[in-house]
């Protein structure tokens, strides 16, 4: 069974940790893509934004259980790229989500 599209946190806890989730990630996004089922988003290769990537990632895996993450740190110093994918109705949800950051 598929996990449902929901955030658990409560809109006060979400406002509260904002800054470490997606929204706070995506602020520092050099450019951000549709895709099918989410969205793509590409980085400059700084150690303190793949820091950040990974905290959210945590985090967010907590709270949105359906999304599906999947981080490339290129070589070379290379960009860092973080695509957030999940069901049918994921990139509406991720559209919400960031627009209302």
Known sequence: MAEPIVCTLSSGDLNARRAELLPGVVARAASREALASGYRFTFAAESETLNLIVRAI??????????????????????????????????QFLEGFLTSA
């Not at 740190?73 to 999940?86: A, C, D």
């Open 58 to 91: 945590d985090a967010e895996r907590q709270c949105c259980r359906f999304l599906d993450f999947r981080l490339t740190v290129s070589p070379s110093g290379g960009p860092l790229t973080l695509e957030v994918t999940g069901p049918e109705g994921t990139r």
